[in-house]
């Protein structure tokens, strides 16, 4: 089905149909259903689940890795979440922070405190890179943090929108896909990586980490934001995820999964989500009004599935 506005927002708002619908998306890694039709043209990760529905792309198996519930305990009445990636995290968590004090109060435990520390021009390359530590992880804990009210020790849950930013090569042609050698799916593996290992430094008291790559690309102006590169960042991803369940003692799993198709009539992601071109700005890239609406309904339906975020 085609996502609808306002309706399934407040459809979602709703625990028990959130949680059903985000259960439904995530499978025990090696769970594969039999007998389905192959494909190299990307299909939603979190689907595979009907007849004739692909099952794999290009070999890597669809339907997310679930890597299970993290503990997660408040301190002194607070659980901090914080949102960590580029500009398009940085819009989205600005619009999940202002509906979870709104529309989405009355679902969501009183002691979750969300705090938006994504920066804009930012993506996983600046986070893993010393020298921009002063305007993301350090300002977020000198600045951002207090302004919030929330202390270092209760930042309990990450939320990291994660890209490569350097999506191109020479001359500005977009890297190689999967599965050629030096793949943007292989990049941002190794990225992937290097972020799981500041984690621990920056955060001490971090219990868990929620990734989720990028949405549709297929709007982008640009080759280094399009299509196949932000399909196959969220297969490298799902893969990364099966072998770091944990890291440092950190639980890490999947946000919410943001990629879908154009709508046009065609499959939906997991969550009865497409893209319209007005779900973008200009550049096709960035979210609109309507994109980030939709992103944050995912983001909430997911985390619906924790006992530490709902009520």
């Not at 949102?83 to 509906?99: K, L, P, T, W, Y």
Request: a negative charge; glycine letters at 12%.
């Amino acid at each position: 089905m085609r996502y609808a506005f306002p309706s399934t927002l407040r459809l979602l708002l709703t625990s028990s149909l959130a949680t059903s619908l985000s259960c439904s998306l995530f499978t025990a890694p090696g769970d594969q259903p039999a007998g389905l039709a192959d494909t190299d043209q990307p299909f939603p990760l979190d689907r595979a689940s009907a007849a004739g529905e692909p099952a794999t792309y290009k070999g890597l198996p669809l339907r997310l890795t679930d890597t299970g519930a993290p503990a997660v305990t408040a301190v002194d009445g607070l659980v901090g979440v914080v949102c960590v990636g580029m500009s398009n995290a940085n819009q989205e968590c600005a619009d999940f922070i202002g509906r979870v004090t709104t529309e989405y109060a009355a679902a969501v435990d009183p002691s979750v405190r969300v705090v938006n520390c994504a920066v804009g021009g930012h993506a996983i390359e600046r986070w893993i890179d010393t020298l921009y530590d002063a305007t993301l992880w350090d300002d977020c804990v000198a600045r951002k943090l207090p302004a919030a009210g929330l202390r270092l020790d209760q930042v309990r849950v990450l939320y990291h929108k994660a890209a490569d930013q350097f999506t191109t090569g020479a001359g500005g042609a977009a890297l190689p896909v999967y599965p050629a050698a030096g793949s943007d799916y292989e990049n941002f593996g190794r990225n992937l990586d290097a972020f799981a290992g500041r984690v621990r430094a920056k955060f001490p008291a971090v219990q868990a980490v929620y990734t989720s790559s990028r949405s549709y690309g297929g709007f982008a102006g640009s080759a280094g934001r399009g299509e196949p590169l932000s399909y196959e960042e969220g297969h490298a991803l799902n893969g990364w995820l099966r072998d770091h369940a944990a890291v440092e003692g950190v639980w890490y799993g999947w946000g919410p999964y943001l990629w879908a198709p154009a709508c046009g009539g065609g499959p939906t992601n997991g969550g009865g989500v497409c893209y319209d071109r007005a779900d973008y700005v200009s550049d096709g890239v960035h979210p609109s009004a309507s994109g980030t609406a939709k992103m944050s309904a995912l983001l909430h339906a997911r985390l619906l599935r924790e006992a530490w975020y709902r009520r």
